[in-house]
């Protein structure tokens, strides 16, 4: 004992030789688990765990730790430790004594030794003891310690590092972990749990039990054994998932985070990324009715390129929260038309006033006849262009698209970042027109914003950093981009379709574009204001179809309160126009008005020819179809609706099938395989229109 205490004093004369780290430099090596992904501001917006072999948060200094987890870890692991030079010799004395009579005693580590070991793998017990060499290094690093760092910092450290369950280093993640709250609001019974389990951290839950109540009472805290008990066994059984203390941006966090980068400073604005979340899960909320169950919105800064907000999912409100909305394929529906009918009046094919005729047509296509209809399930006959893109009609715009020509249109769409659309013109065929191809919603925002730019594209960026970023590039004739962009801010031409007042109408200039796919599965409205370009995708993830949920009524309700949000102080200015762009007076149908051309295009007189009665036909199904029962649906669930256009309320639909003829009410019919004629007659039965066709499948009439 006597060559031991010697050994001791001798290496504290020596304690100026030994090399000790800066407090700076631990603090700063600290590799926590979670990565930390802030805002433009600085401020962290979402936590993230990037390393799976422990459980490491944030860094915190002492003022971020509770009063009382101070004072009872100091009570119970070193209570001299205000007092010593980094070894409580009295304490190291009467351990020795004890040992040397076989007795277990209290441990002898002071804070100081304990920190040198956590520092220092070399001094880490071997089989659960140390050696008598790693002893005398322990303390004359704990000694070295005193020397160079405050108390204040060693304790700071300590907590920081020192392992208190499991794979929980530091007391962040432990009280995280057990309390699920941070360690500034730990009581007297959170701290004494704490400090129970330091000795022994995988000790069964009893002992630490015991151990809490031995220091309560210890410290004289009017804290009663029992309660402790029940704190502990809360705490040590209850499930340990340390939620994230803020998750606003988890997709970003999973794109931008990693070992190598634990703490970036992304693009976004943390209050803007606040509020467009709340507002897709108010909205999913009141569209749950409706059989939606998922929304993503992504926000740019016209200018930089800067992404403000990126909202993959509705978190919790989401049927699948680790899905990414933002860059998941979807069907465009109408989105794809701008584009279109941009290049039509860049190849100067079409003019902002050209007149179009929306009228039934039925094209043959690869795979069958290809019949497109319009939003509102009626046509309107002749109208200028300004009007068929505004309402978004879905017969003009197939027409311009065999005008334009479907592979010059597809390499335009590539020229703007749809990089998904990697098939031939005959693969999409008419379709590709009214969005009858998957795009994501950064794809989509991003070609927007070109359009918002007057044809200039330069990449979007999540990532804040100080090199300018690159030139923009030309993708579009900038004057076809600003009429393009004029009509979609055009509210008198989306009455058409839409009325005056709706979703996409704001206090402030901005265009917009809505669009719904294919039995209603995907649902968009994309737009901008002078500043910003807003994207909102609704949907499910699953393809399910919604229910009754259209472009005004889905996505551009949150297109618009995050474009209030945005531009609530915008001022109205006159946008300058490109020196291609003339505006000039054209005469539709005794009526005048102005309108935009480029240059050199512009006509006095558009003759729009006036809509003509259509003819009452039968649509579906069509003449020669052959229709095929479903082998996996029960025969009596199946039905085949009849269609006639336009649409009416007092319509007679017969059969005739082996000259055996049956009335169908409502145009509904339990299908049977056989050959049929169908006969559409009005209220006088005056047939006006008649089909055949086919059923196969099942037992033939």
């Known amino acids: 004992m006597l060559a031991f205490l010697a050994m001791a004093a001798l290496v504290f004369c020596l304690i100026s030789t030994q090399p000790t780290p800066p407090f700076a430099a631990v603090r700063d090596r600290y590799q926590p688990s979670d990565g930390q992904l802030l805002d433009r501001h600085d401020q962290v917006i979402h936590e993230l765990r990037i390393r799976a072999s422990d459980r490491r948060l944030a860094w915190l200094a002492l003022s971020e730790l509770s009063p009382a987890l101070l004072k009872t870890v100091t009570a119970a692991e070193d209570r001299h430790f205000y007092d ?85 280093d530091g007391v962040h993640a432990a009280s995280r972990a057990l309390f699920r709250k941070a360690p500034s609001g730990l009581d007297e019974s959170e701290a004494l749990t704490l400090a129970a389990l330091l000795p022994s951290p995988n000790a069964p839950l009893a002992d630490v039990a015991r151990r809490a109540c031995r220091l309560a009472q210890a410290q004289q805290l009017n804290v ?59 909205e999913l909320a009141q569209l749950k009715a409706r059989e939606v169950g998922d929304a993503a919105v992504l926000v740019a800064d016209n200018a ?29 529906g109408s989105t794809l038309k701008p584009f279109l009918y941009e290049l039509a009046i860049e190849q100067r094919l079409l003019t902002a006033a050209s007149p179009l005729d929306d009228a039934p047509v039925n094209l043959v296509t690869a795979t069958g006849l290809y019949v497109p209809q319009n939003y509102d399930r009626d046509f309107k006959g002749w109208v200028d262009l300004r009007s068929a893109l505004a309402s978004s009609l879905n017969v003009p715009a197939v027409k311009t698209l065999l005008l334009v020509g479907g592979e010059r249109f597809l390499q ?44 200039r594209q330069k990449p979007l960026q999540m990532r804040l950093v100080a090199a300018p970023a690159p030139e923009a590039s030309p993708v579009l004739d900038p004057g076809a981009a600003f ?7 055009d509210r008198a031409a989306r009455s058409l379709s839409f009325g005056l007042e709706n979703a996409l109408a704001t206090r402030f200039w901005s265009a917009a574009k809505t669009g719904t796919s294919k039995d209603m599965r995907d649902n968009w409205c994309i737009g901008f204001s002078r500043r910003y370009t807003v994207g909102v995708w609704v949907g499910n993830f699953d393809g399910a179809p919604m229910k009754d949920v259209s472009g ?48 050199g295009t512009e006509s006095g007189v558009i003759q729009l020819k006036p809509a003509r009665a259509q003819k009452l036909r039968i649509v579906y199904p069509r003449d020669g179809e052959i229709l095929s029962l479903d082998p996996d649906i029960p025969s009596a669930n199946q039905r085949v609706i009849f269609v006639a256009e336009p649409p009416g309320k007092n319509l ?9 003829q049956q009335q169908v009410m409502n145009g509904r019919w339990q299908p049977q395989a056989g050959r049929y004629r169908l006969a559409l007659a009005n209220t006088l039965g005056e047939v006006l229109d008649e089909v055949g066709f086919e059923v196969r499948g099942g037992n033939a009439n």
């Open 652 to 660: 007679r639909w017969s059969l005739v099938n082996k000259n055996v």
């Open 224 to 282: 009663t054994c029992n309660a402790l008990a029940i704190r502990v066994r809360d705490a040590l059984t209850r499930d340990h998932t340390i939620t994230p203390a803020v998750a606003l941006a988890p997709h970003v966090a999973q794109q931008l985070l990693s070992t190598q980068q634990v703490r970036v400073k992304s693009t976004l604005d943390g209050s803007l990324q606040r509020f467009a979340l709340h507002t897709v899960q108010q």
């Open 84 to 168: 010593h030079w980094g070894i409580d010799w009295l304490a190291l004395t009467k351990s020795a004594w004890d040992a040397s009579w076989g007795r277990g005693g209290r441990g002898a580590s002071t804070l100081s030794m304990q920190l040198a070991a956590l520092l220092d793998d070399k001094l880490k017990p071997r089989g659960g003891h140390r050696s008598f060499a790693q002893k005398k290094a322990q303390i004359r690093a704990a000694l070295a310690l005193e020397r160079r760092w405050s108390k204040a910092q060693i304790l700071e450290a300590y907590l920081n590092l020192v392992s208190f369950r499991g794979e929980w």
């Open 552 to 599: 005004v009524t889905g996505a551009a309700p949150i297109w618009l309160a995050v474009m209030n949000y945005l531009n609530g102080d915008a001022a109205e200015t006159e946008r300058p126009m490109p020196g291609n762009v003339v505006r000039a007076t054209v005469r539709a149908n005794e009526a005048s008005r102005a309108e935009l051309f480029l240059a």
């Open 483 to 489: 009429i393009v962009s004029d009509i979609l801010a």
């Open 304 to 332: 930089s390129g800067e992404i403000l907000a990126y909202v993959g999912n509705g978190g919790a409100a989401s049927s699948a929260r680790y899905v990414d909305g933002v860059r998941a394929l979807r069907q465009a």
């Open 412 to 455: 335009r769409l590539r020229a703007l970042g749809f990089a998904h659309l990697d098939e031939g013109d005959d693969f999409y065929g008419p379709a590709l027109a009214l969005g009858g191809a998957d795009v994501t919603l950064w794809e989509l925002t991003q070609a927007y914003r070109t359009l918002a730019n007057q044809g």
